[in-house]
C-alpha cells in the first residue's frame, strides 16, 4: 500500500517505478501473489502483520521527521487490532516505545509492535534480503518477535534477537560506523597524497587485518545517498537531544564535506583559475546501479564548479539530459564522449562499470586537455596515462602521460 496512486498504478501494471536491478523480474515472477493498493482500508482488512517502510528525511534541526510514520501508526490505530506493527523504516531510538505508549494510552493493546531495521543497499537490495548478514528482531513481547521471526524461516542468516530501542540503536550505529570507515579512509587518503603513499594499497594491507575488513575502505569523493548522511546526522542529533556531545560523528560529517571541495582543489592546481573552463563530470549519481541522486556529491560539486566560473557539462547513464533541476546550469548529454568534447578536465564522480571500459584514447582525443581527476579512484591509472592523461586519483600517486607508444605509467614527483 501506497500513498501515492501513481506508483501503485505502475506496480499493478507490472512497472516497477524506481531502478533496481532484478527487481522488475522477481514482481513478474510473483505477480500472482502480490497486489497493490492506494487504500488502508483494503489493506487492513486482509493484513495482520504490517511492515511500515516510510521515509524518514531529514528535518532543518537534523532530527528524523517521522510524520509519515505517524501518519501510518494513525491509520492503523483508527482500524483497531488485532495487528502487529513491523517497523523497517529508521526510526531514532525510542520511537518504539513512544508508539507503543500512545497506543496503550489509547486503549490499543492488540495493536503490538517489533522493531526490524533494513540493511539492504540500494542497487543491490534483493541479494542483500535474501542473503542478509544478520536479522535484527527487537521486540517488547518474545511472541512478537517469535511471529516476525518465523517469516524470515528460509533466510539463512543470524538472528539478534533484541529489545527495542537497542534495534533501533543497531540501524544507525551500523551506518555511523560504515561512513566512519569511509571519512577515515578518506582523511588517510588526503595525508596519504602530502607524504606520497597510496591510499589503495594501504587499504588493502589494512583490511587484510580481519579486524577491520576490506569493506568500505575505498577513499573517495565521500558518501551519498538518502541514508548514510541523513542516519548519521541523526544519531549526532539524537545523541545531543539526550546530552550527550557525539564529537566523532561531528568529524565524519566535516570530513564528508571538505571531501567533495577537494577535487575543486585539484582542477584549480592543474588549471590555475576555472572561470571560463569546461569541466565535464562522468556519472552523476550517488553510487552506481541506481537512478537516487540524494544526497550526490556531484550536485555540491556540480554548482562549486559554476560558481567558481566553470562551465560544467555531464553525462550519467541513469540520468537523462539534456537539463535536469538539481543541476542549474548544466548540461547533460546522451555519451561520455559528448559531455568530454573540448573539455579542459573531467572528473570521475560515479564508478559506473561502463566508465571502465570507455575508449580512453577517443576520450583524450576529444578533449581539449586529457586531464582527469578520477574520484572513486576507479579506473588504472596506468591504462589512462597510456591513453594521453595526466591522471589523479584521491591519494594516489598522479601520473602523466606516457610518452608515445610506451604502455607504461610516468608517475608525477
Ligand atoms: C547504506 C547501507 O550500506 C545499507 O546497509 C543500509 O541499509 C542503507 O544505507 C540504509 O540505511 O537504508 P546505500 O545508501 O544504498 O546503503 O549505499 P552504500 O552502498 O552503503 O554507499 C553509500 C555511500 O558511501 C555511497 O555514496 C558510496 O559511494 C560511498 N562509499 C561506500 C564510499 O565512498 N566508499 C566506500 O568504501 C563505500
Redesign the pocket.
Known amino acids: 500500500m501506497d500513498i501515492d496512486a501513481a506508483k501503485v498504478q505502475a506496480l499493478r501494471a507490472g512497472r516497477v517505478p524506481i531502478y533496481e536491478p532484478g527487481l522488475d523480474k522477481l514482481l513478474a515472477d510473483n505477480a500472482a501473489r502480490i497486489s497493490f493498493s492506494t487504500s488502508y482500508d483494503e489493506l487492513l482488512e486482509e493484513s495482520r502483520i504490517l511492515f511500515v517502510a516510510v521515509d524518514t528525511p531529514p528535518t532543518p534541526s537534523g532530527d528524523a521527521d517521522l510524520s509519515r510514520v505517524q501518519r501510518v501508526v494513525d491509520e492503523v490505530a483508527q482500524r483497531g487490532g488485532p495487528r502487529l506493527v513491523v517497523m523497517k523504516s529508521?526510526v531514532p531510538v525510542g520511537t518504539g516505545e513512544r508508539v507503543v505508549a500512545d497506543l496503550e494510552a489509547a486503549g490499543m493493546r492488540d495493536i503490538t509492535y517489533v522493531s526490524n531495521p533494513?540493511?539492504?543497499?540500494?542497487?543491490?537490495a534483493i541479494e542483500?534480503f535474501l542473503a542478509p548478514d544478520r536479522i535484527v528482531i527487537g521486540a517488547f513481547r518474545e511472541e512478537d518477535g517469535d511471529e516476525v521471526e518465523a517469516l524470515y524461516r528460509g533466510v539463512e542468516a543470524p538472528i539478534v534477537r533484541t529489545s527495542v530501542p537497542t534495534a533501533e540503536m543497531i540501524?544507525y550505529a551500523?551506518?555511523a560506523f560504515?561512513?566512519t570507515?569511509?571519512s577515515f579512509?578518506?582523511e588517510i587518503a588526503n595525508v596519504c597524497e602530502a607524504v606520497g603513499a597510496d591510499v589503495r594499497e594501504v587499504a588493502r594491507g589494512m583490511g587484510l587485518d580481519h579486524r577491520i575488513g576490506p569493506?568500505?575502505?575505498?577513499?573517495?569523493?565521500?558518501?551519498?545517498?538518502?541514508?548514510?548522511p541523513k542516519?548519521v546526522q541523526a544519531l549526532k542529533q539524537l545523541a545531543g537531544n539526550s546530552g550527550y556531545h557525539f564529537q566523532l560523528l561531528t568529524a565524519v560529517i566535516e570530513v564528508n564535506h571538505l571531501q567533495k571541495r577537494r577535487v575543486v582543489g585539484k582542477l584549480k592546481e592543474r588549471l590555475g583559475s576555472l572561470r571560463g573552463k569546461r569541466v565535464a563530470l562522468l556519472g552523476l549519481t550517488?553510487?552506481p546501479h541506481?537512478d537516487d541522486l540524494r544526497?550526490?556529491?556531484s550536485i555540491v560539486l556540480a554548482a562549486r564548479l559554476r560558481s567558481e566560473g566553470a562551465e560544467v557539462t555531464a553525462f550519467d547513464p541513469l540520468v537523462p539530459g539534456p537539463k535536469h533541476v538539481q543541476f542549474p546550469g548544466v548540461r547533460l548529454f546522451a555519451d561520455a564522449l559528448g559531455a568530454v568534447r573540448e573539455a579542459d578536465a573531467a572528473v570521475l564522480v560515479?564508478?559506473w562499470p561502463e566508465f571502465a571500459t570507455l575508449d580512453w584514447k577517443a576520450v583524450a582525443g576529444a578533449m581539449r586537455e586529457p586531464f582527469l581527476v578520477d574520484g572513486?579512484n576507479f579506473l588504472d591509472p596506468a591504462a589512462l596515462s597510456a591513453a594521453g592523461f595526466t591522471y589523479v586519483g584521491i591519494g594516489v600517486p598522479p601520473v602523466t602521460p606516457a610518452p608515445v607508444g610506451q604502455a607504461g605509467a610516468a608517475t608525477l614527483g
Open positions: 529508521t533494513e540493511f539492504l543497499r540500494e542497487g543491490a542483500d540501524k551500523a551506518n560504515l561512513s570507515k569511509i579512509i578518506n569493506h568500505f575502505l575505498n577513499a573517495g569523493i565521500g558518501f551519498g545517498g538518502s541514508c548514510f542516519d550517488f553510487k541506481t544526497e550526490a556529491a560515479t564508478e572513486r
